[in-house]
């Protein structure tokens, strides 16, 4: 089944301590990418990558990191997370930037 | 920038027909994206249109494009209880074009009993 998985669903974590969001998609998709979603704000993209090691930022970059070691995994890194990025984390493939997108399940960060 | 806009909230009773409305700056699009996200979940790809089409319709969704006005609208009929979700309307393009797949905010669809 084609999907996009990413772990954990939720999580709840302290100041400072850093964290990293797994994503890996099954489809071969060369094109990923992380977006946050936040009441009246809709969905804003952090990173993306067009390919294995290549990344670039999004809209909403700063506090984050990524990597593109291989093509399937994403993960998506928080350094020293603050409460200012909880949020509801989606992570997405698709086989060209401005084609359809799969979505994964969401992770529910909550930092305290 | 290219935007796509879309109001945040609709609100039917059981059995009426739905109509979210959104609209788009890029001329360039190719295919415009309804996505439905429910309560908990992901987003999942409803339908979709391509640009050289009008209407499209799909069992209990139709979807219409109105290219010159760069205004796309999905329509539910019969709207259930189990649609209640949030609507995204995305726009993107095939074949190299630069740029990504542009949101809406998200139309929060309520259906009342």
């Known amino acids: 089944e084609a999907q996009v998985t990413q772990n954990p669903r939720y999580l709840i974590t302290v100041t400072g301590k850093k964290l990293t969001v797994t994503c890996s998609q099954n489809m071969n998709h060369e094109y990923m990418s992380w977006y946050r979603q936040d009441p009246g704000l809709g969905l804003r993209q952090i990173y993306y990558s067009m390919n294995v090691e290549v990344t670039d930022k999004g809209d909403v970059p700063e506090g984050y990191k990524v990597s593109r070691k291989e093509k399937r995994n994403f993960p998506l890194i928080l350094e020293s997370p603050s409460p200012n990025q909880t949020s509801l984390y989606f992570c997405?493939?698709?086989?060209?930037?401005?084609?359809?997108?799969?979505f994964g399940q969401g992770t529910r960060l909550t930092v305290v | 920038g290219e935007d796509v806009e879309q109001s945040l909230f609709l609100s039917v009773r059981e059995g009426d027909s739905s109509v979210i409305n959104c609209t788009y700056t890029?001329?360039?699009?190719?295919?415009l994206y309804w996505y439905k996200q429910e309560p908990g979940a992901g987003l999942q790809l409803l339908t979709y249109i391509f640009s050289n089409m009008d209407m499209k319709q799909d069992q209990r969704l139709t979807v219409l494009l109105n290219k010159k006005d760069k205004h796309l609208s999905l329509r539910i009929a019969d709207t259930q209880t189990g649609d209640s979700a949030i609507y995204f309307c995305a726009e993107g393009s095939y074949g190299g074009s630069q740029g990504n797949l542009i949101f809406g905010k998200g139309t929060k669809l309520s259906v009342k009993p």
């Open positions: 997405a493939s698709s086989v060209g930037a401005r084609t359809e997108a799969f």
């Open positions: 890029d001329s360039s699009s190719t295919y």
